[in-house]
């Protein structure tokens, strides 16, 4: 059975900080998803990570994925205020859909 | 969300109580799902339909049925609600291609059991 770590799951980080989210697999994947959630919203998708050493980057935030040590990180540079949401990884399993972390709840204070 | 409604947004129910909540695209795509989402739990699976008129279970399906009966809409219903089912359900679909699909969300039920 698939599982899916994050950590930390609660994450309080200053203004202009750098600070690097984790996010475990227990199983063979080759392809991994970030999200990223809003309070009271839906999930919007961040980045899609297909293949080992994938990397990418939107503003401050940047993905990345090992697929050998079944890990991604995702890399928040010089944090602001608008990053503060709650964000998601999550893994396919074979033909499943996706199996989903616990979250990381982010809070960027001045 | 513009390509994925979920009605209602919010609903009430006493236990015991039964209700459909409805899922609709104008995608054409044709895997959809439902999560649930409880805090510090993430999103959850109950079931899931990777065409029109088939449908699987995922990881919590208790306490629930779905019904898949044309490729446009994908129902969850609580046949006798429990206030275990308080929570925020998600309707998704799969969008994109083989090698470079993601999931796609609707804005969200919000419902509460009392």
């Known amino acids: 059975e698939l599982k899916v770590e994050q950590n930390p799951l609660f994450l309080s980080m200053q203004e202009g900080k750098n600070y690097t989210i984790y996010c475990n697999y227990s199983t063979t994947s080759d392809r991994l998803y970030w999200y990223r959630q809003d309070p009271g919203k839906s999930l919007e998708s961040l980045f899609v990570l297909l293949s080992n050493g994938a990397v990418k980057q939107e503003g401050r935030l940047m993905a990345s994925l090992d697929t050998k040590a079944r890990l991604s990180t995702l890399h928040i540079t010089a944090a602001v205020h608008d990053l503060s949401a709650t964000y998601f990884c999550a893994v396919p399993s074979g033909n499943t859909p996706l199996v989903f972390g616990k979250g990381t709840r982010l809070s960027v204070i001045a | 969300n513009a390509g994925v409604t979920q009605t209602p947004k919010f609903q009430v129910l006493k236990t015991g109580q039964s209700m459909t909540l409805q899922c609709a695209q104008d995608?054409?795509?044709?895997?959809m799902y439902w999560y649930r989402q409880d805090p510090g739990m993430g999103l959850r699976l109950i079931y899931y339909s990777a065409s029109e008129g088939t449908t699987d279970k995922g990881e919590v399906p208790n306490g629930y049925n779905v019904s898949r009966l044309n490729k446009r809409e994908f129902s969850l219903r609580l046949e006798s609600a429990a206030p275990s089912q308080t929570s925020v359900y998600f309707c998704a679909l799969t969008r994109g291609y083989i090698n470079s699909y993601e999931q796609y969300f609707g804005p969200g039920t919000r419902l509460t059991v009392t």
């Open positions: 995608m054409n795509h044709n895997s």
